[in-house]
């Protein structure tokens, strides 16, 4: 395999836990873009969302996107709301193979009530938030995968393994 293997999908779709574990199944090394993105500003993301918005967040969060995009095999957590940007669905289509990890709104919101840093959640009703979230990005999440995998029914392990199998099924990896 020569290039990244980008994992995207809504907040608490376990895009980091799974990636983690499927790097170190295959052997390759894992980034996170978020991560990258904090690393390289010095910055937490709720603090960048505080001093530049959203869209100084996704600025930054395409950038980083462009640099992971170098080519290095390896597996990419992306934020989830990476699909968001005309040219990040560009990039990822061109330079990766794609997985979307899905997940059913409940699991979604269970999943992201156990930490407060994520900018968009912290609104009176987050249930609603993430409903109003996935119908406006399911479409982009499904116009950049190669793959698709449910992981409502899996433990992160079970999730890292069905993405390993189908990816050698499609001779990925
Ligand atoms: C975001 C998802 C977050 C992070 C930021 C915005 C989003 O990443 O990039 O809070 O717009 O869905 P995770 O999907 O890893 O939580």
Request: glycine share 8%.
């Amino acid at each position: 395999m020569t290039q990244p293997i980008f994992l995207v999908g809504p907040m608490g779709a376990g895009k980091s836990t799974i990636g983690k574990l499927l790097a170190a199944q295959l052997e390759l090394p894992f980034a996170d873009s978020d991560k990258v993105l904090e690393d390289r500003t010095g910055a937490d993301i709720p603090w960048i969302f505080d001093v530049e918005g959203e869209a100084g967040f996704r600025r930054r969060e395409s950038e980083v996107l462009r640099d992971l995009c170098g080519g290095t095999p390896q597996v990419v957590a992306t934020g989830g709301g990476i699909v968001l940007l005309p040219e990040n669905r560009k990039l990822l289509k061109a330079h990766g193979f794609v997985v979307y990890l899905r997940a059913g709104l409940e699991q979604l919101v269970e999943r992201t009530s156990k930490n407060s840093n994520r900018p968009l959640l912290q609104v009176a009703d987050p249930k609603a938030k993430l409903r109003e979230i996935l119908q406006q990005r399911e479409a982009f999440y499904s116009e950049v995968a190669d793959l698709v995998c449910d992981t409502d029914d899996c433990t992160p392990k079970q999730a890292s393994q069905l993405v390993a199998d189908r990816l050698a099924a499609n001779a990925v990896g």
